[in-house]
Structure formats: C-alpha cells, structure tokens
C-alpha cells in the first residue's frame, strides 16, 4: 500500500527558468544578420510589440535591491503578472500569473512569494517602462525557436513629483530551447556588431540607479571576520531562498531552511570570540528552528513509519496501524504547516530577517588573518565535543548517561558545522561520524516514544496494539545497534 502524501499546494503560478544575455548598445544600433549563425536553421523577424509595464516595490525599493522585479505588463505574447528572482547570473526564476484588472494591486499569490523581502510593506507602483520591442527569432531546422533576440528602445518613468523620465536602447538574447552553446554565439556576433554585456541586470535596476540601497561592504578580504561574514550571508541566503519553496510545502524545503538557522545560530555561538552581542538573534534562530522543526520531525517519522510498515508482513499488520500513523500523522504535519506560514507571515518572523541583513558586529579580534585564527576556533569546537564526552562516560546511571550523550551530539554537530564554515572537510567529517551514529540512536529513541503515544491512542479506541509493539522492537534494535556501533566510532575519529 502506498504512503500517505501530503497534498500539494497549488496557486496560480508557472515558474520556468529564464536564461538570457543582457547588452548595452549605442543609439540606432541594428540586429546583425544571425541567418548563417551556426546550430541555427533560420532567422525570423523582426516582429514588433508594444509593451506597458508598471513596476512594484515597497516604498524603500527592496525587491530591487535584490535584483527582483514584480511587474504587471500588456502587450506581446506574454501579458499577464511577472515576477523574476534571481538564481545565478544570467539565469531567473520566473513566476507568471493573469492578468487582472486591478492596475494597483498585486495578485495575493505573488504578493505572498516576496513576503520574505518585502517583509510586510505595501507593494506599490514605483515606475513604468513603456517599450518598443522588436524581437528576433532563430529557429531550428524543425522550426522550434532556439533564441529570441528582442531590441528594446525604452522609455522608463520613475513615479515621483515630478515624474523622472529616461529613454534608452538594450538588447536581450534569451534561450528557449537547447544548450548554452548557440547563446553564445548569438553573443559573440552582438557584440562584433557593438554591444556591450549590461552594466544593470534588469531594466528597473538601470532606471533607477543610485536610487536603489546598495548593500553594505564586505569585511577587508583574508580577515577572520570575512571568512565568517561571508558564511554567515551564504546561510541567511539559503533561508530566504527556501521561504517560498517552505510556504509551498515542497519536498526538503522545511528541511533545508532548518538547517540554515542551525548554522547560523551554530555560527554566532562558535565565532563568539569573532562577532559580539547575538544572544537576542540566536534566541530568535533557535525560536524559528523550532517551528520548523515541528513540521520536519513529523515528516521524518511518518515516512520512517511507512518505511518500517512497508517491509512486514500483511499478517504482521492489524488494525487501522496505516491509518495512524500515516494519515492522523498528516493530520498533524498540515496542523504544524499552518503554523509555519502563520509564523512566516508575522512581523516578529519580519524582524529576524531584517536583522539577518544588517552586518555582523565584528570584533577587533575578526581583523586578525583568516589563517591561524579561524583553526584554533575549530579545534577548540572539537575539544568541546571530547570534553562533553568524558562527562557523560563518568555519569553511572545509564539513563542520565544517554541524557549527557545527547549533548556530545550536539557538540558534535557545532563542531561539524564550525569545520565546514572554514572548509575542514575532514575534520568535518570527523565529527559528522559521531553525530550521525549518535542521531540514529537519539532517532530510534524518539520514535519508540512517539509510537508508544500512538499505541495509547490505539488502546482507548479498542484497537489491536500488536503491530505497535513490532515496530518498538524494530526501533529499539535500531537505537540499540546505534549505541553498540558507537564505541568503535569513537575510537576511530579519536585516533587520527
């Protein structure tokens, strides 16, 4: 019998990848002749469109600090509602939705997407570009388009009092179908003919310049605060780039935005010699670790369940066992989702990211070279994990023990992150070792637990607790082989 899945969430959006050249070109320039450009069969055009589009930002241009645009566009084969997130250079996510009627308001399914960087302001009409496109197309020998080329002369308006006007020409090359490979060549012929690689990324970046907030300067590069300024922003990046993935509930997403606030949090503590007065930031870490952890846990013990039910017997199974612990488990994984978008929604959740974007507070130590400095840092992290487990190895009672060696995971977990931060792969992988065979025993534990409530449930309705009891033992196996193997681990990564 197949698993319970979660239901997906739908909204009215289309996201493909958009992967496109942007040029800079003198006035009157021309599209060079592209009909002999190898890989191509023909050139077609130019057709020419009319295009209106009304730009949307907060007040203070936050999307557009980050590169993203928000637009409501007529004309050309694509109106509707626009919004482009930056991926990598060159390539963006873009997610479509109809036009509607409301030329002020934003559809609430996009308004949603940039919550994480609009962070509850309004999303207002801030400019409109009014363009002339000529767009270009080479086709493959079946006729598909390979390439659409469009040549832009644009008239952009930046909504003020007065209005700011500017005109300009640009050209786009964007990839429809195949590789990379023909992008380029229909680059190196613009350029031959005098085009230029963009100086903005996109139109309203260029219309509105100096206008938009610059992000702050990086640490002097080679200092110890670089090294860890620099991590720290790949994990606040990781955590935004998952908020919309998160609200959508896709596979991993609640996972990995996570692991992103563990990091950092794990980060701030490590690093506390490097960055000073955090303590109110990693309590607000360790507050959104745990709504999300909520949802995760439940995700990760209900496929661990459908697991366990899927090797056994059909006589082994008696009883509505599937139905609790698969859809009574849902139930309560949909509950904990609730709980995060509400959370995700909320200025105190507003407030974390904004001081997630404001520069760590360096100390003067975090001026000393990366070298030297940040090594004494990790190895210190891992005589952290050695001293918790002489600590616990000295606790007699087994209980109180096993309590104790909780917290030698969760050295060793810092530890490992401290080590990746700095690029130590070994030594990351040294404390992985002891975290991961410590995590399956902690994992086997708190499913026995978890199945020992659902087997109390099972009971007070009358049902046949038989198959509970089988999946206890299987569990308790589990956890148990964890704790035999551990030993053996231990003396290993000691050893090298």
């Not at 949603?112 to 207002?124: A, C, F, H, P």
């Not at 896709?250 to 000073?276: I, P």
């Not at 009672?397 to 810092?414: F, G, L, Q």
Request: charged fraction near 30%; aromatic fraction near 4%; charge should be negative.
């Amino acid at each position: 019998m197949a698993a319970h899945k979660r239901p997906t969430v739908h909204c009215e959006v289309l996201v493909p990848i958009e992967i496109e050249d942007k040029f800079d070109v003198p006035a009157e320039f021309e599209i060079p002749d592209l009909s002999d450009l190898k890989g191509a069969a023909a050139a077609v055009g130019p057709r020419t469109f009319s295009l209106v589009a009304i730009y949307f930002d907060t007040p203070d241009l936050r999307l557009a600090a980050r590169g993203i645009t928000l637009r409501r566009r007529r004309g050309g084969d694509d109106s509707g509602w626009h919004l482009k997130l930056p991926k990598s250079k060159g390539v963006r996510e873009e997610v479509t939705h109809p036009l509607t009627r409301s030329t002020k308001v934003v559809p609430p399914e996009l308004a949603e997407l940039v919550l994480v960087y609009s962070r509850g302001k309004d999303l207002v009409p801030v400019a409109q570009l009014d363009t002339k496109r000529g767009v270009t197309r080479l086709m493959d020998e079946h006729g598909d388009i390979l390439i659409e080329i469009a040549d832009d002369r644009v008239k952009g308006t930046v909504f003020g009092e007065p209005p700011a006007v500017t005109r300009w020409q640009e050209v786009e090359a964007e990839l429809v179908k195949g590789d990379e490979t023909i992008l380029r060549r229909v680059g190196k012929r613009l350029r031959k003919a005098g085009a230029v690689p963009a100086e903005s990324a996109n139109k309203l970046g260029r219309l509105l310049g100096d206008a938009v907030p610059a992000a702050p300067p990086p640490p002097p590069a080679g200092t110890a605060g670089a090294v860890v300024a620099n991590y720290f922003r790949t994990q606040v990046e990781a955590l935004i780039a998952h908020d919309g993935p998160v609200r959508r509930a896709e596979d991993d997403a609640v996972h990995q935005a996570r692991v992103a606030c563990r990091r950092m949090r794990s980060a701030l503590r490590a690093f506390k010699s490097l960055v000073e007065d955090t303590e109110e930031l990693q309590e607000e870490l360790r507050w959104l670790g745990e709504v999300l952890g909520e949802v995760r846990d439940l995700e990760v013990i209900r496929a661990r369940f459908a697991g366990h039910l899927d090797t056994l017997d059909d006589a082994m199974i008696v009883g509505p066992v599937r139905e609790r612990l698969g859809s009574d488990l849902l139930a309560k994984e949909d509950a904990a989702y609730a709980r995060v978008r509400e959370v995700m929604s909320d200025e105190r959740y507003f407030a974390l990211l904004d001081a997630l974007d404001a520069p760590l507070p360096l100390t003067k130590k975090a001026a000393n070279p990366a070298e030297g400095t940040l090594e004494k840092i990790a190895e210190k992290e891992w005589q952290r994990v050695e001293g918790r487990y002489a600590t616990a190895q000295a606790i007699e009672d087994r209980d109180e023990r096993e309590i104790a060696m909780h917290d030698v995971r969760k050295a060793a977990k810092r530890a490992r992150y401290t080590a990746e931060a700095l690029g130590m792969t070994q030594a990351a992988k040294r404390a992985e070792s002891v975290q991961e065979v410590l995590g399956l025993h902690q994992d086997g534990v708190v499913a026995q637990q978890t199945l020992a409530a659902e087997a109390d449930r099972a009971r007070e309705a009358g049902e046949d607790t038989f198959t509970y009891g089988v999946l206890v033992g299987m569990e308790h196996e589990t956890a148990e082989r964890a704790h035999r193997k551990f030993p053996s681990v231990w003396a290993k990564v000691t050893a090298q």
